[in-house]
């Protein structure tokens, strides 16, 4: 099971499925990450917060434990 917070940059990957509960997950889904989309990983800050990626045409910056409930492969 790899997370989008483990994938390095530069790479695409695919959404497999989200973790977490209610309000959490319902944000990351609003955000335009569903399952079966994919996901550009642009950048990663020095510290590994944000993560930079790019969704359905638009950029997007992610905290390190929203990208942690992301399942990609």
């Known amino acids: ?17 989200l973790n ?3 309000p959490v997950k319902r944000r ?3 955000m335009g990450i569903t399952k079966g989309i994919a996901v ?12 930079e990626v790019t969704v359905r045409g638009y ?5 390190k434990a929203d990208a942690e409930m992301i399942e990609v492969e």
Do not use: F, N
């Not at 099971?1 to 499925?17: A, I, N």
């Not at 950029?59 to 905290?63: I, K, N, Q, T, V």
């Open 1 to 17: 099971m790899k997370t989008l917070k483990e994938v390095p940059c530069g790479q695409t990957v695919t959404v497999k499925k």
């Open 20 to 22: 977490g509960d209610g």
């Open 28 to 30: 990351i889904m609003d």
């Open 40 to 51: 550009y990983v642009r950048k990663v800050a020095p510290l590994g917060d944000p993560v």
């Open 59 to 63: 950029e997007l910056s992610l905290r």
